[in-house]
């Protein structure tokens, strides 16, 4: 069996730490290097749900995306959420990894997967990696010239196979130069606007981030944070087990989303 170090060596490659954001707590957060396993399951985000599943299955190394733990923390004990899911894990040998920012930002990571699924031509970084330009930072394209906002809400709704979006401006205008940032992208529609964007599709955005782009001239699509993402954890799980075949690797069969549509 391969040792944890063997495993997250092959994680480097697919989605190398070095893209990560300053702020961002990624690679090894539980567990020991040296330790061997066989059986990894990945999840968007390490709930105590997520983590029985994990337990009940024997797996011996979560690839969360979402870390856990995200900050320092000074103790960990059952009297929080994260300190029971940490225990239940430890307890049970369990190892963490995550690689959050990074794996948005990587070679065929939730960015370019996301510009994958509308389809956009001429796609490239919104800030390019300073060693490799085809990564990095958000996806910018172009769209088809007679696809419309709306046409391109549809489409990735339909793709992602969530009830509906959430999108704010002129769904008539053509969609134009498409920027792309997963999960709570709302920070970077001035990086977007910057690099001709006039369209921005994420996952959510607070309101005064819908206004500001709306003021610099770009529409918006929120698919949810969820369903921004979730959809790549399988991805994950099939690339690592294409690279190590004596592992096996799967995406959480348990994990939903915890915000649901409700009809009026």
Known sequence: MPTIACVTAELEKIAPLRLAAD???????????????????TCLSLTAAVAHEAVCDKVDLILTHHPLPFRP?????????????????????????????????????????????LPLEQVAPIEPDSLNAAVGFGR????????????????????????????????RRPAGRI??????????????ARVG????????????????????????????????????LPVLAERLSLALPALSCWASRSETDPLVWVAS
């Open 179 to 192: 920027g792309i940032v997963c999960g709570s992208g709302g920070e970077s529609v001035a990086a977007a």
């Open 140 to 171: 910018a394209g172009e769209a088809l010239p007679d696809c419309s906002v709306g046409d391109v809400a549809r489409l990735i709704a339909q793709q992602l196979g969530v009830l509906g979006v959430m999108v704010a401006g002129d769904q």
């Open 23 to 41: 702020w961002d707590s990624v690679g090894l957060l539980v567990g020991s290097k040296r330790a061997t396993i066989d059986r990894v399951m």
């Open 197 to 232: 964007c006039t369209t921005f599709l994420t996952g959510e955005i607070k309101l005064h981030g819908c206004l500001e782009a709306l003021a610099s001239g770009l529409a918006v699509i929120a698919v949810g944070h969820h369903a921004s993402e979730r959809f790549s």
């Open 73 to 117: 923390l000074s103790r960990i004990t059952a009297e929080t959420a994260s300190g029971r899911v940490l225990l239940e894990l430890i307890s049970a040998g369990i190892a963490v990894w995550s690689s959050h920012t990074a794996w948005d930002s990587a070679a065929g990571g939730i960015n370019d997967q996301l510009a994958a699924l």
